[in-house]
């Protein structure tokens, strides 16, 4: 049972918490978790519904930053190439609690491969680039014309 001293504490450290920007409180949390849990450092797969757990062991952070450091991890390359490896699932104690169904992992292996989108998004910037001079040479006849 706690005493009514860690209550005070934990209210006041909640308190302090908050009046920092969202942004600063995000990266606090993210600090926090990958320090404390080796789950996180080692981007292993983790079990589901681990948000709840995460949110309950962090009582002094906003709940949906806390989803949201959760959610910043999920989405990262490694922790995607994690799940694409399949195997077991693992929860804030380093404890299997279930493991990688094969539709996750055929989910997580077609998001680790490369996007063929991003290189199409590269090609117009040569194009771009090339439009200056395009407008150098319009503008040239132009002058030329007003000068005569």
Do not use: W
């Not at 978790?33 to 981007?43: L, T």
């Amino acid at each position: 049972m706690k005493s009514n001293n860690e209550t005070a504490l934990g209210a006041a450290l909640k308190t302090a918490v908050q009046s920092l920007s969202k942004k600063s409180q995000t990266e606090m949390i993210a600090a926090h978790v990958y320090a404390k849990y080796e789950v996180f450092k080692r981007f292993l797969p983790l079990a589901l519904g681990i948000h709840e757990a995460l949110i309950a062991a962090l009582p002094q952070f906003d709940a949906q930053l806390v989803a949201r450091v959760l959610a910043n991890h999920c989405r990262r390359q490694r922790y995607i190439k994690s799940l694409a490896r399949g195997g077991k699932r693992f929860d804030l104690a380093m404890k299997p609690v279930g493991v990688v169904s094969p539709e996750e992992k055929a989910a997580a292996e077609r998001m680790a491969q490369p996007r063929p989108a991003k290189a199409d998004a590269a090609a117009p910037a040569p194009v771009d680039a090339a439009a200056p001079e395009a407008a150098a040479q319009v503008d040239t006849p132009a002058a030329e014309s007003a000068a005569e």
